[in-house]
């Protein structure tokens, strides 16, 4: 059992030792010398025993050794704290001008001396380690700071043998060759990493790390508005990279296996190198001229940007995960040298400077894709994988430049179910057996026609007839139905309540929409020896039912020997596009989807959604009808009379256009509506009267091809498509006339236009 004996307070001066020894205590000593104290320093020493409280000034000293310990205390200008000699220094703050020196001295072997929770103001000054003299005392074997604060304006220098573990910085810390730094945190703070050793440090806010020649860093954590810097010479190893953040690999630095995260950005200077990197979405990869990076991976919605005369080698362009997401995207300026590139399902290759437009080719041939265009510009690359020029197509990238999409596997891909299992539809041949969906348990057809064609989206049109696919999502249709995303075309059938829907009037927003990210695709549908409806991703389609004709697909190999068959296939189930059949089934899927997701379904612009009715929607169910010269003139109706609208019409026109608001059912009302036209105003009869009487016109009931007019109804309507030509006929001159329209019904008008 150890008794220590407390003492009153002591005053040491100028060249003076005070030695605590075991079991004694002492508190609030002032300590202080003269003119710094260099050759002959005032010291009070816990040689065993407990320092408490003390001040140090001018001079001054307050030091432990042999498992003595100071608590507390202050050192004031030119004053300082010592741990020497397995001594420990606990709590003590250092300010301005003062310092703490931390380390074992020449030929002492034992435990490192230690300071625990320094606190070291702007201006102060700490040395751990050995190789440096404090107060005429050299310091040579090791010592650890733990749990340090350093503040802004601080230094820290950790020398051979010196240790930080767990301290916060505001200020600097330099890791000297030797010395070793463990899970620093800098706010605004600086590490200066000179041919020592650092690990897990965190860097944020204004802080920097900088890695120099002979430095060796891993796991560092670059937080927000934190910058790690890697100069020549220095090498560090998994860095994380986070949103706001910044990390430079300038010449002659090396990092191996560094991840950069949404908002993060890395830059690699010319002669610096990266290996290992991780690019993930929202962050970014900036590789200079004359960098290089090895074994990187851009995953989906992250980006490299390739300056010429950069050197990538081993590069990954990742997969989308969903048709919500965008793979990873490789931006490249020619003269960018490139090696064993792999690019994933919609990954993209931006070709900076190769300016896009239309009627651009793809080849891929020997392992190399070329891009090129009618006036000889030209771009190339070596591709890592089994690919074809008809995986990819070129779009603009958004500023004029080319940008190469990778998408083979986005029609491809869906799986068939087969009596031996699931298989690619893509892998399927002629003569093989696929599982039917209704019929005997186990029953099977054989294919006998298989075809392939290139969809190219037209996204000026409406998403129906744009081309789009249409995505059913997992478990859209029920528990496991599809067991995973099937993509189709808007025309192909699905079979629900006993009878064949197209997909197009399925379409809810939430869990079964349009995939509009989907430009170009190939497509694949197969034709069995009757029509059957077979297992797609889990979830009941129907085969083929033509010749591939109405789909444009071309025939395969094996399809092109097939004889044609002159008898059309019957259709395995009815086609049900009736209102009243589809509307429950979409209000269904709809009630469901929503509740698979967390968002709400979403409408294109302000259109109406499908559950509004006229009547709820009064707004929209103004036509604006009016009549429009050929010259541009516009004219107001006058009156109307019960389903008769008048308009005055000029002596000198011969024809108007009949102009008015327009919809498409199948948009205004619901896609469960069959009927995709243009309707502007359902018009009856037409009457022209001027002062020489009465002429019925009835052109728009006869002439069929008559511009902007939908087919005609029975033989008294017809539709407008919202912009109809009508002839008046050979006018009397000086005869201006009215013109009475008969109206007997109106769309549905989208939100949009009221």
């Known amino acids: 059992m150890s008794l220590f004996f407390q003492r009153r307070s002591a005053t040491i001066s100028y060249g003076s030792t005070n030695y605590v020894g075991p079991g004694r205590v002492t508190s609030g000593d002032l300590v202080y010398g003269f003119n710094g104290g260099t050759n002959a320093p005032a010291v ?88 440096f003299t404090v107060k005429g005392q050299s310091f040579s074997g090791s010592g650890v700071i733990s749990g340090g604060t350093f503040d802004v304006g601080s230094t820290e220098q950790l020398a051979s043998g010196g240790t930080d573990s767990g301290s916060f910085f505001g200020g600097t810390q330099i890791v000297s060759s030797g010395a070793l730094a463990l899970n620093g945190i800098f706010s605004a703070g600086v590490q200066l990493i000179n041919g020592g050793s650092v690990s897990s440090s965190v860097v944020s806010a204004g802080g920097t790390v900088f890695v120099g020649q002979g430095g060796r860093a891993s796991t560092v954590t670059v937080g927000s508005g934190g910058t790690a810097v890697v100069g020549c010479g220095g090498l560090l190893f998994n860095q994380i990279v986070l949103a706001r953040a910044a990390s430079i690999v300038s010449a002659g630095g090396t990092v191996s296996g560094a991840t950069i ?90 070709i900076e400077g190769l300016a896009y437009r239309p009627g651009g080719s793809i080849s891929f041939s020997n392992g190399v894709l070329t891009v090129t265009y009618s006036d000889g510009s030209t771009w190339s690359t070596p591709l890592n994988g089994s690919y074809r020029k008809s995986d990819f197509h070129l779009e603009s990238d958004g500023d004029g430049s080319t940008m190469v999409v990778y998408d083979k596997c986005f029609l491809a891909g869906t799986m068939i179910g087969t009596p031996f299992g699931e298989r690619r539809v893509e892998t399927l041949s002629v003569g093989d057996l696929v599982s039917t969906a209704i019929g005997e348990a186990g029953a099977s057809k054989r294919i006998t026609w298989i075809g392939s064609a290139e969809i190219i989206a037209d996204s000026s049109r409406s998403d129906d007839q744009a081309g789009y696919p249409v995505r059913f999502k997992t478990g859209s249709i029920g528990p496991h139905s599809p067991d995973r995303d099937l993509c189709v075309t808007s025309e192909h059938c699905i079979f629900l309540d006993g009878a064949l829907v197209p997909a197009r009037m399925l379409v809810n927003g939430t869990s079964i929409d349009y995939d509009r990210s989907q430009t170009r695709f190939m497509i694949y549908h197969f034709k069995t020896e009757d029509h059957a409806i077979i297992w797609s991703n889990n979830m009941a389609t129907e085969t083929l039912l033509d010749g591939g004709e109405r789909h444009g697909l071309r025939p395969d190999e094996a399809s092109r020997t097939v004889p044609h068959c002159e008898t059309p296939q019957s259709r395995v189930a009815p086609l049900r596009v009736e209102r009243d059949f589809v509307e429950p089934l979409h209000r269904a899927l709809a009630e469901r989807g929503n509740a698979l997701s967390e968002t709400p379904p979403r409408h294109r612009g302000n259109d109406i959604p499908a559950r509004f009715a006229a009547s709820e929607a009064p707004d929209c169910q103004d036509p604006d009808l009016h009549l429009v010269s050929e010259e541009g003139q516009i004219i107001r109706p006058l009156r109307s009379v019960d389903d008769m609208v008048i308009f005055h019409v000029p002596t000198e026109w011969n024809e108007v256009r009949i102009r008015s608001r327009a919809a498409r059912p199948s948009e205004a009302e619901g896609p469960f509506v069959d009927d995709r036209r243009a309707l502007g105003v359902l018009i009856g009869d037409i009457h022209l009267w001027d002062s020489h009487g009465m002429t019925q016109l009835d052109t728009h009931l006869s002439d069929d091809a008559l511009d902007g007019w939908n087919g005609i109804e029975g033989v008294t309507t017809r539709w407008t498509k919202g912009d109809a030509r009508l002839p008046l006929g050979r006018r009397r001159t000086g005869a201006p006339g009215v013109l009475g329209i008969k109206i007997k019904a109106t769309a549905v008008y989208e939100r949009i236009v009221c």
């Open 44 to 131: 009070d020493l816990a040689s065993g025993g407990i320092i408490s409280g003390a001040t140090a000034m001018s001079g001054g000293v307050v030091a432990a050794a042999a498992n003595g310990t100071t608590v507390g205390g202050t050192a004031l200008e030119s004053g300082s704290f010592a741990a020497l000699n397995q001594g420990v220094v606990i709590s003590p703050t250092i300010t301005a001008r003062a310092g703490l020196a931390v380390g074992n001295l020449a030929n002492y072997q034992g435990t490192p001396a230690r300071a625990i929770a320094p606190h070291v103001m702007s201006d102060g000054q700490a040395i751990v380690g050995g190789g």
């Open 261 to 350: 995260a949404s908002g993060g950005s890395e830059t690699v200077q010319s002669g610096g190198v990266v290996s290992g990197a991780t690019v993930l979405a929202g962050g970014t990869q900036d590789v200079q001229a004359g960098a290089t990076v090895q074994g990187a991976i851009v995953s989906a919605g992250g980006s490299m940007i390739l300056a010429s005369g950069a050197t990538v080698s081993n590069l990954q362009i990742g997969a989308a995960r969903s048709s919500d997401d965008k793979g990873g995207k490789l931006i490249v300026t020619p003269g960018a040298v490139l090696r064993d590139v792999s690019v994933g399902w919609r990954g993209a290759i931006d």
